[in-house]
């Protein structure tokens, strides 16, 4: 079992930064490939970024160039480095993990979830 708690969130002007933490239960955290998600009201939960056991990672083409993912596996936990947000950028942001995957992109491969933390961009 894995837990998940994500910090970081808040209100953020356009241009601006903010970086997320999620801290992870358990002592299998190395062995588990953790991924962001965001969702937008109205709108389907989105992929952002993913990174594996190893530290591979995958960007969603949006934000390439402007989020970073890394982990700590000493600490249990991963971070999102996020700079030159944008309006587009707002969402709750979900933090997730999988112990094994076919499409890292999708939902439905993670089996465990943080429970969100809001992040706003205004313009």
């Known amino acids: 079992q894995v837990q998940l708690v994500e910090s970081g969130g808040g209100l953020v002007q356009a241009g601006g930064s903010l970086r997320l933490s999620c801290a992870a239960s358990?002592?299998?955290?190395?062995?588990?490939?953790m991924a962001w998600f965001r969702q937008a009201p109205g709108k389907e939960r989105a992929f952002v970024v993913f990174?594996?056991?190893?530290?591979?990672?995958y960007y969603a083409d949006s934000v390439k160039g402007r989020f970073t993912i890394s982990r700590d596996n000493a600490k249990n936990t991963v971070f999102l480095q996020m700079n030159s947000l944008r309006p587009e950028d707002t969402a709750v942001y979900y933090c997730?993990?999988?112990?094994?995957?076919?499409?890292?992109?999708?939902?439905?491969?993670?089996?465990?979830w943080g429970q969100g933390t809001q992040v706003t961009v205004s313009s």
């Open positions: 990174i594996s056991w190893s530290a591979i990672t």
């Open positions: 358990g002592r299998t955290f190395s062995s588990v490939a």
């Open positions: 997730a993990a999988t112990r094994g995957y076919s499409d890292y992109a999708m939902p439905r491969e993670y089996d465990y």
